[in-house]
């Protein structure tokens, strides 16, 4: 599975953004998808996940209400809208796929995309 990150860039408090993770053809149908983040001197943090059968979604409390995930299948791409956003949104975002179902743990992820900052100042 291939994964391509993009959409990161420079807002100012709250303005949003919209990222995206393109995917390997048909690799949406079998795997959950996970967006985790990573500031400076922090670990990594599970911020959303949309599983296979867009059945439940995660999203860390922090997010909750003004982050939203969604796929489209046909274009083998998974999104996550960002509203609201806060300085201490402020990372490199990461898409990751796992088997079925979502997972925190970064671990259990066994894809990932390279990775695109946003960064949220003014």
């Known amino acids: 599975v291939q994964l391509q990150a993009s959409g990161g860039g420079l807002v100012q408090p709250g303005g949003s953004l919209r990222l995206s993770c393109a995917s390997s053809?048909?690799?949406?149908?079998?795997?959950?998808l996970g967006w985790f983040r990573q500031a400076p001197g922090k670990e990594r943090e599970a911020v959303s996940c949309?599983?296979?059968?867009?059945?439940?979604?995660y999203y860390v409390d922090s997010v909750k209400g003004r982050f939203t995930i969604s796929r489209d299948i046909a274009k083998n791409t998974v999104y996550l809208e960002m509203t609201s956003l806060k300085p201490e949104d402020t990372a490199v975002y990461y898409c990751?796929?796992?088997?079925?179902?979502?997972?925190?743990?970064?671990?259990?992820?066994?894809?990932w995309g390279q990775g695109t900052l946003v960064t949220v100042s003014s």
């Open positions: 949309i599983s296979n059968t867009d059945g439940p979604t």
């Open positions: 990751a796929v796992r088997y079925t179902r979502c997972s925190v743990h970064a671990i259990s992820y066994n894809a």
């Open positions: 053809a048909g690799a949406l149908n079998d795997n959950a």
